[in-house]
Nanobody, 123 residues
Framework: QVQVVESGGGLVQPGGSLRLSCAASGSIFSFTTMGWYRQAPGKERELVAV?????DTNYADSVKGRFTISRDRDTADLQMNSLRPEDTAIYYC???????????????????WGQGTQVTVSS
């Protein structure tokens, strides 16, 4: 059974930093893409940062220059600096497992989510 577990949320003052960590396990196929999304009260879930195959990264415009995603196989960390009150949200880790091209299931992908971790930026 695939598990995606986040840690590192909490309360921080504006301008402060937090580091979120995510660990995925249990898949027979590699996690080709891992990333972070967030959902603030009354808003839809939105992409924060994702990294595919350890190289390609994509950031939301609102976090560029402040947040950095890093990966090591089945883990994905999000370093968040210069935090703002509008960064307050539940942050979810996402992991996408994909069957390799040589597999009989080539092209199939599986999408997994963690349970979320609360980040609150407030003075």
């Amino acid at each position: 059974q695939v598990q995606v577990v986040e840690s590192g949320g909490g309360l921080v003052q504006p301008g402060g930093s937090l580091r979120l960590s995510c660990a995925a396990s249990g898949s027979i196929f590699s996690f080709t893409t891992m990333g972070w999304y967030r959902q603030a009260p009354g808003k839809e879930r939105e992409l924060v940062a994702v990294m595919a195959n350890g190289e390609d990264t994509n950031y939301a415009d609102s976090v560029k220059g402040r947040f950095t995603i890093s990966r090591d196989r089945d883990t994905a960390d999000l370093q968040m600096n210069s935090l703002r009150p509008e960064d307050t949200a539940i942050y979810y880790c996402n992991a996408v497992a994909e069957a390799p091209s040589y597999s009989s299931m080539a092209g199939r992908r599986w999408n997994y989510w963690g349970q979320g971790t609360q980040v609150t930026v407030s003075s």
